[in-house]
């Protein structure tokens, strides 16, 4: 069964930083394009990240680009995203996800707050 | 990278079809047959119910389906039933990995 769960999240002061990860189990991971999604609090989702299955290719939202940096280690089925100079608009649930007949597989999200 | 757009919300009764546009560019839906449409109920994740303009999962029912025309795909829901209540987004890929997502519609069983 594929699964996917995040951690990592929780409440950050505005220009703090945090690490997201995303543990993958059930499938090839080395496999798989693998996508960062977030949403924020009532409002829509947004695509933030793509990284290629062997990690050289990485693509970002215009809004976090120089501030995110998303990166994968294939031997421990594992996705991050390191988040620095957040702001309160970072504010969200951010989900990781399988890029895959659409985006196949979604976790269960891990929430971020920006507030002093 | 601007969202693409979707109508705000719409409703039908149980039984009626009900049909959700998503108007990109060029860039995205129009360059592309990879759009796809997640369907979102209050606090839990996106699950998607079309890829690839039509294609279903397996285990989506079939009264999901999705097309495109120019720059606009579109999801309809036939036979709606009261499970079907919940947000939708489309998404496309708009080059390079890159995807941009729709604003979303709430959909309302009557």
Same mark, same amino acid.
């Given at each position: 069964?594929?699964?996917?769960?995040?951690?990592?999240?929780?409440?950050?002061?505005?220009?703090?930083?945090?690490?997201?990860?995303?543990?993958?189990?059930?499938?090839?991971?080395?496999?798989?394009?693998?996508?960062?999604?977030?949403?924020?609090?009532?409002?829509? !989702?947004?695509?933030?990240?793509?990284?290629? /299955? $062997?990690?050289?290719?990485? *693509?970002?939202?215009?809004?976090?680009? %120089?501030?995110?940096?998303?990166?994968?280690?294939?031997?421990?089925?594992?996705?991050? !995203?390191?988040?620095?100079?957040?702001?309160? /608009? $970072?504010?969200?649930?951010? *989900?990781?996800?399988?890029?895959?007949? %659409?985006?196949?597989?979604?976790?269960?999200?891990?929430?971020?707050?920006?507030?002093? | 990278?601007?969202?693409?757009?979707?109508?705000?919300?719409?409703?039908?009764?149980?039984?009626?079809?009900?049909?959700?546009?998503?108007?990109?560019?060029?860039?995205?839906?129009?360059?592309?047959?990879?759009?796809?449409?997640?369907?979102?109920?209050?606090?839990?994740?996106?699950?998607?119910?079309?890829?690839?303009?039509?294609?279903?999962?397996?285990?989506?029912?079939?009264?999901?389906?999705?097309?495109?025309?120019?720059?606009?795909?579109?999801?309809?829901?036939?036979?709606?039933?009261?499970?079907?209540?919940?947000?939708?987004?489309?998404?496309?890929?708009?080059?390079?990995?890159?995807?941009?997502?729709?604003?979303?519609?709430?959909?309302?069983?009557?």
């Amino acid at each position: 069964e594929v699964q996917l769960v995040e951690s990592g999240g929780g409440l950050v002061q505005p220009g703090g930083s945090l690490r997201l990860s995303c543990a993958a189990s059930g499938f090839t991971f080395s496999s798989y394009w693998m996508i960062w999604v977030r949403q924020a609090p009532g409002k829509g !989702l947004e695509w933030v990240a793509s990284i290629k /299955e $062997d990690g050289s290719e990485k *693509y970002y939202v215009d809004s976090v680009k %120089g501030r995110f940096t998303i990166s994968r280690d294939n031997a421990k089925n594992s996705l991050s !995203l390191q988040m620095n100079s957040l702001s309160a /608009e $970072d504010t969200a649930v951010y *989900y990781c996800a399988r890029n895959y007949n %659409g985006l196949g597989y979604w976790g269960q999200g891990t929430l971020v707050t920006v507030s002093s | 990278q601007s969202a693409l757009t979707q109508p705000r919300s719409v409703s039908g009764s149980p039984g009626q079809s009900v049909t959700i546009s998503c108007t990109g560019t060029s860039s995205d839906v129009g360059g592309y047959n990879y759009v796809s449409w997640y369907q979102q109920h209050p606090g839990k994740a996106p699950k998607v119910m079309i890829y690839d303009v039509s294609k279903r999962p397996s285990g989506v029912p079939d009264r999901f389906s999705g097309s495109k025309s120019g720059n606009t795909a579109s999801l309809t829901i036939s036979g709606l039933q009261a499970e079907d209540e919940a947000d939708y987004y489309c998404c496309s890929y708009a080059g390079r990995f890159i995807f941009v997502f729709g604003t979303g519609t709430k959909v309302t069983v009557l």
